[in-house]
C-alpha cells in the first residue's frame, strides 16, 4: 500500500474539513464505546481475562519459534502447504506463483489487513487476474478505489448515501428505479453481486485473526459470513497472515475470542468463528482441494527483540481506535497507511521506518484511553513515547525543538537555577498578562499558540506557593 | 527460497529472544502447554453450579437473532424443519449432511419438505448440520464440519438449520472442547470447526446493523430431548 504517513498533519487539517467525513465519524465511535462498555459491564470476569489475555500472549512470544514450527509440522500433517515469507514481497511472489500455478482468473478475498499490510490486490491485477474482496465493508472500499479506515469497520468513514452512489455507479445491471433506501436493500443488492463471484471463484484468499499450534489450524472471526464463503467455494484456499498470530492451545483461543468481539464491537462473540485444518478430506463433498498458508514476518521477528515487543500482543480489535479523540476527529485515511489509531502510531513505525512514520506517535494527546481499553493491556501511549525518543536521537526533529528541549534539559538538572528562572518567568508573565488573563501569542510558540491561548500565570510558582502553604500562610 | 526464509525468520526470532535454536527445555514448555492445554480463567456466567444452561443458551441466542424450537426427539425434527420453513415462507430444496444422527430421522413424513444430501447448491432454500455442541455461553453452536455436515451447508443458503442435543449443551468453550476431543482425538480436528452464534450480519453500512449479510439470513435451531 501506498505510504501516505509523512503528510499526516496535511491529511488531518483536510479531514477536518472533509464534511461528508465528519458527518460519518460523528455518527459512529460513540456507538462502539457504548456497546463496549455495556459488554464489559455484563461479564465480571471481564478486566481479569484481559490479564490472563496479556499473559498467555506475552508466554506464546517468549517461545514464538517453538510454537511457529509445531504449528508448521501440525498443520502439515493435516495437509496444508505452509510457505514462510520474510518481505511483503516474498509474500506477493508467493501468493501470485500460487495463483498463476493454479491457472485463476477470478480470485475473491475476504477480509485482511496484511493483504493490506503487503498491497496484495495490485500484484494479483498485474499478473492478470480479477480480485475481488467480500467483506461488504471492503467491497465498497474497492469499488471506489479507496484503502480501509479502520481494522474491522473498514468503510466507517463512509455514509450510507455514498454507498447508494457508488452501487448505482457501478452495478450497471441494477434498474434505476430500484430502492435503496434502507440499509438493508445496499446489502442485499451486494449479496446478489458477490454470490455470483463466490461460486466461480477460482482461489480464495483469507487472512487469520489466530493460528494454532496444537491443531494447526489457521481461525477467522467474522460477521457476515463472506470468509467462510470465499474459503470453501473456490478450488484453492490461501490464508495469508503474520507470524505473531500463533497460539498455543485452543483453550487459549477461547479466552481471547472473550475479549475480542467485546473489545471490538461489544457483542458477546462474533456471529462467526471458523477453525480450519487443511484442505478437503477424503470424502468430503466440499471444501478447498488446495489449502496454503503464508506466513509473513515482515519485520516482526526483530521487533520482538526492542522495547516495542509489546505491540506483538495485538489482536486487532479496533478498541484503540474507537476510544481515541484524534482518530475520531480525523478519520483512518489522514494516517496514511494500514494501520491507524494508536496500534498504528505505534506499530506503522515499526513496519516503515521511524523515518516515514515519525508523525504518527506525535499525534496524540496521551489521554491513554487506548491503554485503558486495550484487552492486551498494550501500554501504546509509553511505545509513543519510545518513538518519539527514537525520533529524537535519530535526530529528525527541526532544529529548533531540538536547541529547545537542550535548554530546557539544562535547566531542569539545576534546581535552584530552575527556581529562579521560573519565578522571574512567572512573574513577567504574570504583570504582562495581568490585563487579559491569557495570551493569543508569545513569541517562540507560535505554532502551539496558533491554535489555542496561553492561560497568563498569576505572578507567582507553584513550588513558590506550596512552599507558602507548608510555613501556613493563607491564601 | 521458502526453506531459506524459514530459517533466516527462525534465527531472526531467536536471536530477539536471545535464545539457542534445539533449546530442550523451550521445547518441553511449549509441549507441556500442548499437551496439558490448561483451562484459563473461565467466566462464572455459565460455570457456576444449578445455572440452567438450555435456558441460558436459548436466550443468548435468541438476543442474537436466532430462531430457537425445543422436540422431544429426533423423530420430530422434519415436522419443525418444515414448520420453520413455513414460517418463513420459504420453498425449495433442503439440503442435508450425511451425518446418521440425521439419516436416522423420519424425513418422508414431512410432506411438503423436498430434502436432498450433499453439499449446498446455490439455489437451495436451506441447509440442515447436526452440531456436536452447544455454548450456553455466549449462545453458540459448535458444528465439525467435514462429510458428514459439509461446511458450505452453514453459509451458502439463506436458511440454515442447526440440530443440537440437550444433552449436549454445555456452559463454556472448554466443555465443548472437551467434546471435540472426545470425537476427534487429543489434538484432532474436523476439517474446519464452525462456531456459529446466529444469522449472518453486517454494519458495514453506516454503522446500523442487518441480518443476512453473505451467509444466511435465518438461523433456526432446533433443541432435541
Ligand atoms: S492495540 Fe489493543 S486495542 Fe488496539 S487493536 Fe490491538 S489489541 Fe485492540
Known amino acids: 500500500m501506498h505510504i501516505e504517513t509523512p503528510h499526516f498533519n496535511d491529511n488531518a487539517r483536510d479531514a477536518l474539513k472533509d464534511a461528508q467525513l465528519q458527518k460519518a465519524l460523528a455518527g459512529l465511535p460513540g456507538g462502539l464505546v457504548a456497546q463496549r462498555a455495556a459488554a464489559r459491564d455484563k461479564l465480571p470476569e471481564f478486566e481479569a481475562l484481559r490479564d490472563v489475555g496479556r499473559d498467555l500472549r506475552n508466554e506464546t512470544l517468549e517461545l514464538l519459534d517453538v510454537y511457529l514450527e509445531t504449528y508448521e509440522r501440525n498443520a502439515t500433517a493435516a495437509g496444508a502447504k505452509v510457505h514462510w515469507a520474510q518481505t511483503a514481497e516474498e509474500a506477493r511472489r508467493i501468493i501470485v506463483e500460487l495463483c498463476k500455478a493454479e491457472g485463476a482468473r477470478l480470485v475473491t478475498k475476504g477480509k485482511s489487513m496484511i493483504s493490506e499490510e503487503i498491497g496484495l490486490n495490485d500484484a494479483l491485477q498485474d499478473a492478470g487476474m480479477e480480485v475481488l474482496e467480500t467483506d461488504l465493508g471492503e467491497y465498497i472500499l474497492q469499488i471506489r478505489g479507496e484503502t480501509p479506515s479502520h481494522i474491522i469497520a473498514p468503510a466507517i468513514h463512509l455514509t450510507q448515501d455514498q454507498v447508494e452512489a457508488d452501487f448505482r455507479r457501478s452495478h450497471t445491471d441494477l434498474p434505476a428505479d430500484r430502492a435503496l433506501v434502507e440499509p438493508g436493500d445496499l446489502v442485499g443488492e451486494a449479496r446478489r453481486v458477490l454470490r455470483q463471484k463466490f461460486l466461480s471463484a477460482d482461489v480464495g484468499i483469507t487472512g487469520a485473526n489466530f493460528l494454532i499450534a496444537e491443531t494447526g489450524s489457521s481461525v477467522i472471526v467474522t460477521n457476515e459470513g463472506n470468509g467462510d464463503l470465499t474459503q470453501s467455494l473456490a478450488r484453492v484456499h490461501i490464508v495469508i497472515t503474520s507470524i505473531d498470530k500463533v497460539l498455543a492451545t485452543r483453550e487459549d483461543l477461547a479466552t481471547l475470542l472473550r475479549l475480542l468481539a467485546r473489545s471490538a464491537t461489544g457483542q458477546e462473540c462474533t456471529t462467526y468463528a471458523t477453525l480450519s485444518t487443511g484442505p478437503r478430506r477424503a470424502g468430503d463433498v466440499d471444501g478447498p482441494g488446495a489449502y496454503h498458508v503464508v506466513l509473513l514476518d515482515n519485520g516482526r521477528a526483530e521487533l520482538l527483540g526492542t522495547q516495542f515487543r509489546e505491540v506483538l500482543r495485538c489482536i486487532r480489535c479496533g478498541a484503540c481506535m474507537n476510544h481515541c479523540p484524534v482518530y475520531g476527529a480525523v478519520g483512518g485515511h489522514t494516517y496514511g497507511w494500514v494501520y491507524p489509531g494508536p496500534i498504528g502510531a505505534v506499530l506503522t513505525p515499526a513496519l516503515i521506518g521511524i523515518g516515514q512514520g515519525a508523525k504518527l506517535p506525535n499525534a496524540s494527546t496521551f489521554c491513554g484511553r487506548c491503554e485503558s481499553v486495550c484487552p492486551m493491556r498494550i501500554p501504546l501511549p509509553k511505545l509513543m513515547r519510545h518513538w518519539r525518543e527514537a525520533e529524537f536521537e535519530a535526530g529528525q526533529p527541526p532544529f529548533h525543538q531540538r536547541a529547545a528541549l537542550a535548554a530546557w534539559a539544562w535547566l531542569a538538572k539545576r534546581p535552584r537555577t530552575y527556581h529562579v528562572a521560573m519565578r522571574f518567568a512567572a512573574a513577567t508573565l504574570g504583570a504582562l498578562g495581568r490585563r487579559r488573563g491569557r495570551f493569543r501569542w508569545l513569541p517562540l510558540t507560535g505554532g502551539w499558540t496558533r491554535h489555542r491561548d496561553l492561560a497568563a500565570p498569576q505572578g507567582r510558582t507553584f513550588q513558590q506557593l506550596w512552599a507558602e502553604h507548608q510555613r501556613g500562610v493563607p491564601r | ?225
Open chain 2, 1 to 225: 527460497m521458502s526453506d531459506t526464509a524459514r530459517s533466516a525468520i527462525l534465527s531472526r526470532i531467536r536471536a530477539s529472544l536471545k535464545v539457542a535454536a534445539d533449546d530442550p527445555d523451550r521445547a518441553t514448555l511449549a509441549a507441556q502447554r500442548i499437551a496439558g492445554h490448561p483451562q484459563n480463567l473461565v467466566p462464572a456466567r455459565a460455570s457456576a453450579a444449578g445455572t440452567d444452561l438450555v435456558a441460558l443458551f436459548r436466550s443468548y441466542l435468541e438476543g442474537q437473532q436466532a430462531t430457537v424450537s425445543a422436540v422431544a426427539s429426533h423423530s420430530d425434527v422434519p415436522a419443525a424443519i418444515g414448520n420453520l420453513l413455513n414460517a418463513t415462507g420459504a420453498t425449495g430444496v433442503v439440503r442435508r449432511g450425511s451425518d446418521p444422527l440425521l439419516g436416522d430421522m423420519p424425513w418422508a413424513e414431512a410432506k411438503d419438505l423436498v430434502v436432498r444430501e450433499g453439499a449446498a447448491e446455490p439455489d437451495d432454500v436451506a441447509g440442515v448440520s447436526y452440531a456436536l455442541a452447544g455454548v450456553a455461553e455466549t449462545g453458540t453452536l459448535v458444528v465439525g464440519a467435514g462429510k458428514d455436515n459439509p461446511v458450505t451447508l452453514a453459509f451458502l443458503p439463506g436458511i440454515h438449520i442447526i440440530i443440537v442435543a440437550r444433552d449436549t449443551i454445555v456452559g463454556t468453550y472448554e466443555e465443548a472442547l472437551a467434546r471435540v476431543r472426545k470425537i476427534y482425538g487429543a489434538s484432532g480436528m474436523p476439517r474446519t470447526l464452525n462456531y456459529i452464534s446466529g444469522p449472518s450480519r453486517t454494519a458495514d453500512i453506516g454503522g446500523k446493523i442487518v441480518i443476512g449479510a453473505h451467509g444466511p439470513r435465518t438461523l433456526g435451531v432446533i433443541i432435541v430431548g
